[in-house]
């Protein structure tokens, strides 16, 4: 079975686990459920499984995706019950299904946080109201500078008793746009301690990501 998908998610300890430690688990995970996985051919074989937009270490997600193959034909509907006995704490798929399309489609993502130590909500409101945000970063070929302001599809702060809550819609791929690089945007305004989790993954026209 090709072009599988499973969607799960990490949260709590689990946002601490590398995308590489992930891989592993997951592979691990496979094996202790039952569940073979497809391997490439050659030397040095290695499991086809693929995880879309990896998480920076140290932000949560209900809405991620792992691209897969096996060996055997099973019942998709059944896996992840046959998976989360095996899962460590904070990861948990939620549903497995033929991919429908590409993990190049995925291009929005819907976020949740919060933000302390910092300025209040009218403050970055009016920060990322703004027609051109210009923000330097390390890139591929060394340090770039983009204007992030077109890739911020929605970026709504308020006040709460824990700190600034926001909610955010932004571009994921190509270009990508991350709230570590908002954070950076906002320069001396920035937020001594910011959280975030992914909610929600939407193709380029909007329709939810499967």
């Known amino acids: 079975m090709d072009k599988l998908r499973l969607k799960f998610s990490k949260t709590g300890r689990a946002v601490y686990i590398s995308h590489l430690d992930l891989m592993r688990t997951m592979q691990r995970v496979f094996s202790r459920g039952g569940v073979p996985l497809k391997y490439s ?3 040095n074989p290695h499991a086809k499984i693929s995880i879309i937009l990896p998480l920076t270490v140290g932000t949560a997600s209900l809405c991620e995706y792992m691209d897969f193959a096996l060996t055997e034909d099973r019942d998709l509907a059944a896996l992840p019950s046959e998976l989360n006995p095996y899962m460590p704490e904070g990861i948990k798929a939620l549903e497995a299904y033929q991919a429908p399309c590409k993990g190049a489609e995925l291009r929005w993502l819907r976020l949740n946080g919060v933000m302390k130590g910092g300025k209040d909500a ?3 409101a009016d920060f990322f ?3 051109s945000i210009l923000v330097q970063h390390r890139a591929k070929r060394g ?7 077109p890739s911020i599809r929605l970026a709504r702060f308020t006040d709460t008793a824990e700190g600034v809550e926001a909610e955010l819609i932004l571009h994921a791929q190509e270009p990508t746009v ?13 937020p001594a301690y910011f959280r975030f989790t992914r909610l929600e993954a939407y193709k ?4 939810p990501f499967r």
């Open 122 to 124: 009218a403050c970055y």
């Open 204 to 207: 380029e026209d909007m329709r």
């Open 143 to 149: 340090v770039r500078t983009d204007d992030i302001a």
């Open 41 to 43: 051919e050659g030397f």
């Open 129 to 131: 109201a703004q027609s």
């Open 178 to 190: 991350s709230p570590e690089l908002m954070m950076a945007a906002l320069g001396e305004d920035a």
